[in-house]
């Protein structure tokens, strides 16, 4: 039964449609929501840059959660912090959402 979902993920990986059915992830749906809400304008929608000098998400490293959380709160050069403005679980919803590449890929290991 792993080994076929892994095959399944993996197709699905390659023709580039989302893995995960809505709500499987845990957070994907708050995180998108989230990401959305806080985030689009400057990042772009789905994190597809919209040509301005903010920083293009889905080039962050799959495997760092810890600095993503910590320039996320902190903020980073003409980024605002978001650590007053965000719930712990709003952070973790959203990097949920970065690093599956919005439910693209699976969530890497911690
Ligand atoms: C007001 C516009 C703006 C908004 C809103 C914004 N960002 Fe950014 N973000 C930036 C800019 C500009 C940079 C590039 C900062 C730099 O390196 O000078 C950046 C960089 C980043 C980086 C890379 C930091 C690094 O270490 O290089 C991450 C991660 C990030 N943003 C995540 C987020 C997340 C998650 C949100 C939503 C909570 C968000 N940003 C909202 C403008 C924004």
Redesign the pocket.
């Known amino acids: 039964m792993k080994t076929s979902n892994t095959v399944l993920a993996a197709i699905l990986a390659l023709s580039g449609a989302p893995i995960f059915a809505e709500g499987t992830v845990p957070d994907l749906e708050f995180g998108t929501k989230?990401?959305k809400d806080?985030?689009?304008?400057?990042?772009g929608l789905n994190m597809v840059n919209p040509g301005?000098?903010?920083?293009d998400?889905r080039k962050?490293p799959r495997d760092n959660k810890p600095?993503?959380l910590?320039?996320?709160a902190n903020g980073?050069?003409?980024?605002?912090a978001?650590g007053d403005?965000?719930l712990p679980g709003?952070?973790e919803a959203?990097w949920v959402?970065?690093a599956t590449r919005a439910g693209t890929e699976p969530l890497p290991e911690e």
Do not use: R
């Open positions: 989230t990401y806080f985030c689009s304008h400057c990042h301005t000098s903010s920083y998400l962050w600095d993503f910590h320039a996320v980073k050069g003409d980024m605002p978001w403005i965000l709003e952070l959203l959402y970065v």
